[in-house]
């Protein structure tokens, strides 16, 4: 059973990095056939694509959102980060990672728990 | 980017009845990848439906999905306590994915 659990602090500054880590266990994170996304919902909010990192380190990032931020891996601790420079109270949200099965009929088939981030000073 | 619009934003039903939720897409979207998810208090959404009719492992069969182009629609045949969530569908077939704003499935 693959479990995701996201890790970080929850309260960030303005202005400052939010930093994130899913840790990834009864799977591979170096497996082919599997995105590795994160995804955000701000409070009573809906969903928000943030993007995604898979095979050998590739990204893929929502437009929106390019500009400031960076996925990486870490194969050898089986954990995917989330870096999100220069946040602002609209950064306020639940962060969560996910994996996604691609392939003909892609699907995000396990979620962490979320973690819930707070942009203020 | 892709728009869902969720319809209706929030659905009145009784247990054992049936809810039909719509989500419609401002561009065609191939069903491959059209999904749908579902939402409850505190919890991270569940996968229910992918390629617009496939059910999840594990996912009741009074759940089913269908649609292609820019109507989809997700249909619970007989609600049982645990159903009344939120909804989303979602599209990974364009970049950026994009979720639909939810439908509310509450108890009437």
């Known amino acids: 059973q693959v479990q995701l659990q996201e890790s970080g602090p929850g309260l960030v500054k303005p202005s400052q990095t939010l930093s994130l880590t899913c840790t990834v266990s009864?799977?591979?994170?170096?497996?082919?056939?599997?995105?590795w996304n994160w995804i955000r919902q701000h409070p009573g909010k809906g969903l928000e694509w943030i993007g995604y990192?898979?095979?050998?380190?590739?990204?893929y990032y929502n437009p929106s959102l390019k500009s400031r931020v960076t996925i990486s891996e870490d194969t050898s601790k089986n954990q995917f980060s989330l870096k999100l420079t220069s946040v602002t109270a609209a950064d306020t949200a639940l962060y969560y990672c996910?994996?996604?099965?691609?392939?003909?009929?892609?699907?995000?088939?396990?979620w962490g728990q979320g973690i819930l981030v707070t942009v203020s000073s | 980017e892709i728009v869902l619009t969720q319809s209706p934003g929030t659905l009145s039903l009784s247990p054992g009845e049936r809810a039909t939720l719509s989500c419609r897409a401002s561009?065609?979207?191939?069903?491959?990848?059209l999904a749908w998810y579902q939402q409850k208090p505190g919890q991270a959404p569940r996968l229910l439906i992918y390629?617009?009719?496939s059910r999840a492992t594990g996912i009741p069969d009074r759940f089913s999905g269908s649609g292609s182009g820019t109507d989809f629609s997700l249909a619970i045949s007989r609600l049982e306590p645990e159903d009344f969530a939120v909804y989303y569908c979602?599209?990974?077939?364009?970049?950026?994915?994009?979720f639909g704003q939810g439908t509310k499935l509450q108890i009437k």
């Open positions: 009864g799977g591979s994170i170096n497996t082919v056939g599997y995105y």
């Open positions: 990192i898979y095979y050998s380190g590739r990204t």
């Open positions: 996910a994996r996604e099965e691609a392939g003909a009929t892609p699907r995000l088939d396990y």
């Open positions: 561009q065609s979207v191939s069903s491959s990848y």
């Open positions: 390629g617009a009719s």
């Open positions: 979602q599209q990974s077939g364009s970049s950026p994915y994009t």
